[in-house]
């Protein structure tokens, strides 16, 4: 049955998300609920097209965030998902992981953080001992800029520092922390929240690292499968992508806490972040990447997970139209409230995020 309140949504996504996140099962589902999703077309300009209740992207690039700016000037109720300006953090692999230092997760067991790493701007650092010194190796080198260019993912796993000078700064060099090989991808859609389990790079043991001939392994994407398209059929493709080992994964109200820290403190609704066990103690988790609208198609029943979400949009939009703001959709995180996909979680918890 459609929602009371119908509303239509421009996507605007480069032809391999537009592929992979726009399928038939989502349109039609959408539809179902009285939303409209309606492809923006990139030969004409933003505002010539519509109308539009909001605009859903993965576009970058200065024109495109003139468009965006000049589409929310002449429609001031209309909703961003999500703010270009949020959304640059995420294109710095230092930044990007500075916002989970300000974190503050209340009386839990469980502690979070991110891995000890240094960003190396040129060749010169790189070859001045005293800037990685303070590293434990193995370390893995990534680029500094996470920018959704196949550049951005090319990483080595680095066992000496006799290797470094094969790195082309800028670079962030992160300690490798073993977690049992095994990641945890956090998907996040407003409110709702989702932890999946993929496979991730294995442990490295003292021995190996003493053992190995080469002195760098070079990867990237690790925790994805390369090309969805090779794969025809959903369930196949959820069973090849997620991992249905007996890894524990953690607990359900910890990573909400953290999700809704998240998006509090980056204004974003559509996001994931990469979290490791540390196996050194069995309760310290690490965020090691975050990443703009990911691959939602991957989680199971992503249909109903992002209709349910643009349903809410459309309908806050019509309950507070009179000043609905670009971030405000997020705004609803200041109350701490988050929805777990599986059940409910105890809405009093609060996340502080620190100033
Ligand atoms: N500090 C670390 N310790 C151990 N393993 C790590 C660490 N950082 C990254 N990895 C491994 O490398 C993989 C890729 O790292 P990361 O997620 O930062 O790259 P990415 O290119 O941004 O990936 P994505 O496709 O998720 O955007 C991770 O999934 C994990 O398997
Ligand atoms: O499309 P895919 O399913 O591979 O999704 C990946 C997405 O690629 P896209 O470019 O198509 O959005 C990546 O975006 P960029 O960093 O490259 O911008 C990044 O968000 C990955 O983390 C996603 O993989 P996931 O974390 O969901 O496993
Ligand atoms: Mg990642
Ligand atoms: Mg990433």
Redesign the pocket.
Known sequence: MADKKSGTIGYALAP??QN?FIRDSLLTLAKSRGIELVRVVSDRPLVDQGPFDCILH?LYGDDWKRQLQDFQSRNPNAVILDAPEAIERLHNRISMLQVVSELRVDDRTETFGIPKQIVIYDKETLSDGQAWESLKFPVIAKPLV?D?SAK??KMALVFSHGALNKLKPPIVLQEFVNHGGVIF?VYVVGERVRCVKRKSLPDVSEEKVLGVSEDLLSFSQI??LAN?DSVNDDEKFYQMMSLDDTTEMPPQAFIVDIASGLRKAMKLNLF?FDVIRDSRYGNRYLIIDI?Y???Y??MPGYEKVLTDFFCDLIHKKDVDDTNVKENEVVADGDKGNAVVLTDEIDKSKSVTVQK
């Open positions: 391999k998300k992979s993965k996470a959704g951005s993912h991808k925790s994805n969805r994931n990443n609208f990911p691959g198609a991957k």
